[in-house]
């Protein structure tokens, strides 16, 4: 194929804008920024549902308590009935009278039994209520460190977007003085896998591959017309010769 070396040089700077839009689209699809995100939803998940957790619990435990304030006061009730009963001097048969004074006793120790449980559902309310607020003050925090990385993912997505944006309309002017043929060459050489499809021979060396030719190749390419299109024998990128080429 044969070229004229201000294409071949234009074939070049088209391989750089292309090089730096396989970049481009290489740093969007592995954005640190979106596995961060990714981190941190999972993180304010967790969060809240530790709320939602802390939540049922404090309710059981002030439903419990109530329950437990509720048997404290009826058997209370129940003790001062009977005292006033006694004090009332209504009843005077020995035998109730002994009667009352032993529930009245036995209605003390079940009170006294009853308040302890009481206080140990306080003290459980309690840790419930500090355990809420931890779980809320998590929360926030989580929702605010995802907001923040949420916002700092589209700011690179943006500044990623505007660049591609940019390089493509570059390289939608830089096609131009590029013959046709050496451009599907080119294209072909990408597709196959190639994403250095065209670079300088420098110092007798294959940019693309970085492979040095042989003496027998570097003659050959002394020996080509300056227009002739050199491939690389190693890995068949286009190979534009320059004054650093070493011939
Ligand atoms: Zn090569």
């Known amino acids: ?20 839009l396989d970049r481009n689209r290489h740093t969007q699809a592995n954005l640190p920024e979106r596995a961060e995100v990714a981190r941190l939803r999972k993180v304010a998940v967790e969060a809240h549902n530790r709320v939602v957790r802390a939540t049922t619990e404090l309710t059981d435990l002030r439903r419990a308590l109530r329950k437990a304030e509720d048997g404290v ?15 009332s001097g209504n009843v005077t048969s020995p035998k ?53 990385a949420e916002a700092a993912e589209q700011e690179a997505l943006a500044d990623l977007g505007a660049e591609q944006q940019r390089l ?29 499809a065209v670079g300088l021979l420098r110092y007798g060396r294959c940019e693309s591959c970085q492979m040095e030719l042989s003496r027998v190749d570097i003659a050959a390419a002394r020996a080509a017309a300056v227009d002739e299109v050199l491939r690389c024998p190693e890995c068949q990128a286009i190979m534009v010769r320059s004054e650093e080429s070493g011939l």
């Open 1 to 20: 194929m044969k070229a004229d070396p201000f294409a071949q040089l234009a074939l070049l700077r088209l391989q750089g804008i292309d090089t730096a």
């Open 168 to 196: 493509t309309e570059e390289r939608a002017g830089s096609t131009e003085g590029i013959p046709a043929d050496l451009l599907s060459a080119y294209q072909r050489i990408r597709d196959h896998g190639n994403a250095i």
């Open 96 to 148: 109730q009278l002994a009667d009352l004074e032993h529930e009245v006793a036995s209605l003390g120790r079940r009170q006294s039994d009853l308040e302890d449980a009481e206080l140990e559902v306080m003290e459980a309310v309690e840790q419930a209520e500090s355990e809420l607020a931890l779980a809320e003050e998590a929360d926030s925090a989580a929702a605010a460190d995802l907001a923040r």
């Open 73 to 87: 006061a009826s058997v209370r009730a129940r003790a001062d009935r009977d005292r006033a009963l006694l004090a």
